[in-house]
């Protein structure tokens, strides 16, 4: 059974900085693309970064938002992924989501699987 457990999440300051993880258990995702969801109060869930390993190198997207702020990046060998986040600002609070799926996706309709999210709330 696929299991995805995010943390991290919590309150920070807008121009700080937070860095979330994602644990994935029940499979081997080395070859799986994985990612990062966030829904925000009152809006619908959006594509944020995703990563996937390719031919000698790794593939990542992001959404224009978080472009030069957020980063992510995974251990293969410890299944776990990883979003620093940089600059923070208000609007980039929301609930964030891990999610894995067989090839980099930014609609949420093409997430294979998700994690049940971690809570980012940014202070101005």
């Known amino acids: 059974q696929v299991q995805l457990v995010e943390s991290g999440g919590g309150l920070a300051q807008a121009g700080g900085s937070r860095r979330l993880s994602c644990t994935a258990s029940g499979r081997t995702f080395s070859n799986y693309a994985m990612g990062w969801f966030r829904q925000a109060p009152g809006k619908e869930r959006e594509f944020v970064a995703a990563?996937?390993?390719?031919?000698?190198?790794?593939?990542?997207d992001y959404s224009d938002s978080v472009k030069g702020r957020f980063t992510i990046s995974r251990d293969n060998a410890k299944n776990t992924l990883y979003l620093q986040m940089n600059s923070l600002k208000p609007e980039d609070t929301a609930v964030y989501y891990c999610?894995?799926?067989?090839?980099?996706?930014?609609?949420?309709?093409?997430?294979?699987?998700w994690g049940k999210g971690t809570l980012v709330t940014v202070s101005s």
């Open positions: 990563i996937r390993r390719g031919a000698g190198a790794y593939y990542v």
């Open positions: 999610t894995v799926s067989s090839q980099i996706t930014t609609r949420a309709d093409g997430v294979d699987y």
